[in-house]
């Protein structure tokens, strides 16, 4: 058996090896996790836990929290979620490669060019990452 540190263990989950920039932009501006779910809006004891499970991304926050998140932090929502957002980037653009190539009954130069400009997007963004 491989006792190698970089082994990659068979549940490997590539959202996980990314950054969590929740946690690191909350550690810069000194905040507890208490405090950001005072600022989520979470009311009751235990606010810090909600914090925390977004943070190793145990759960997806609802589009209301990651907004706050962004207003909390002063970062844009895509770097907040850098792997949830890299994830949707790579779908929608395996969606917009299979409308690409369908045989549209009208053809209209605007859809057609918004289709290969999401496809042709999504693959320069994937290939500087």
């Given at each position: 058996m491989n006792r190698d540190p970089v082994h990659v263990p068979v549940s490997?989950?590539?959202?996980?090896s990314l950054s969590n920039y929740l946690k690191s932009q909350r550690k810069h501006l000194s905040l507890s996790?208490?405090?950001v779910g005072f600022l989520l809006g979470i009311v009751g004891m235990n606010k810090g836990n909600k914090v925390c499970r977004d943070e190793n991304f145990a759960r997806e926050p609802s589009l209301q929290d990651a907004l706050a998140y962004e207003v909390i932090y002063g970062r844009p929502v895509r770097e907040l979620f850098a792997g949830r957002y890299q994830q949707a980037e790579q779908d929608v653009a395996a969606r917009a490669k299979i409308l690409n190539f369908r045989k549209l009954r009208k053809s209209d130069a605007r859809k057609q060019e918004t289709i290969i400009q999401l496809a042709q997007n999504a693959?320069?963004?994937s290939s500087n990452q």
């Open positions: 490997f989950n590539p959202m996980k996790q208490e405090e693959s320069v963004n």
